[in-house]
């Protein structure tokens, strides 16, 4: 092998460069976000040298949009660090893939607003070939999407959470969760009630008699003598008792109606709710109702009545 061949080998590998594993998309716009870094702080040969491996041989970025910013990039850095062929290039390349593309003499230095507008005169017509070929691929979709027809509507589905936490409040607050408005309007006016009831019962019996009821002897006493059995008056003892009573059953019943109502909304809790009905909202597709009615049922414990609701 000749010195002549070696020497021309040695320079094709030169030209290749290094080749290797493509970059990841991660460690791609990792590698853009340094060159737009290094292209803001105008350090242009830093940014050709990060920015040129994510195009070429083979474009390495993920959108449409990246691809043309990289090749504005190179573009601007190519034209100031004095290489006009190689922005000239760049900006050809940008023009085919945005053809309306132009720079902003607001914005954008005037040296680089001269030079892209003069490679849009040098390319106007492959430009105007660019922009033909896009309105005629336009103009044979919107053909094919007519012969197509229209396409159905996509079917939205809308869902409702509902907390598993609000079983445990009371006053119906599950069964108004689960969709059981006469439930819950149910146990609300029952618990209700039965609260009112003991908590009044408390408070009369409070007021009136305090925390013991006073004993009165209903005959005269002298003095020292103690008063005879008979003749001491527990008509305060009474009704306190009875006010206890009508509290302690009321309070009884309304926690065991708070209990039932707890049992009754985690039978019928659902932790997803399909919402039916239009976009804007609409009711909530809960589960169908039960029958309402009682009935008596024979157990092994003996006759018992069900109501249902």
Known sequence: MTFATLAALAGALLAVGPTGPAPSPLAARE???????????????????????????????????????????????YLFENRPDEASREFKKLLELRPEYRFDPRLDPQRVVDFFEGVVKENIATIRAIEEDRRRRQVALDSQRKIDGPRAAPTILRYERHSFTVNFIPFGAGQFQNGQRRK??????????????????????????????????????TPGVQCE??????????????????????????????????????????????LA????GGGSQVAPARSTGGRFT????????????
């Open 277 to 280: 009905g239009d976009d804007a």
């Open 31 to 77: 590698a853009l976000e340094r060159g737009r870094t290094a292209f803001a702080r105008a350090e242009y040969q830093r940014a050709i040298e990060i920015v040129h491996p994510l195009l070429y041989p083979e474009v390495q970025l993920d959108s449409e949009g990246e691809v043309v910013e990289a090749h504005r990039m190179l573009g601007v850095a």
């Open 229 to 274: 059995q008979q003749a001491i008056d527990h008509s305060q003892e009474d009704h306190s008792r009875a006010l206890l009573g009508v509290q302690l059953v009321s309070g009884g019943l309304f926690f065991a109606v708070a209990i039932w109502g707890v049992i009754d909304a985690i039978h019928n809790y659902q932790p997803e709710v399909l």
């Open 298 to 309: 024979l157990t092994p414990g003996g006759l018992g009545a069900v109501w249902t609701f």
């Open 184 to 221: 819950g309007w149910f146990f609300l006016g029952a618990e209700t009630a039965l609260a009112a009831a003991s908590v009044g019962a408390f408070a009369t019996n409070f007021l009136l008699y305090g925390l013991s009821p006073h004993r009165h002897c209903n005959m005269n006493q």
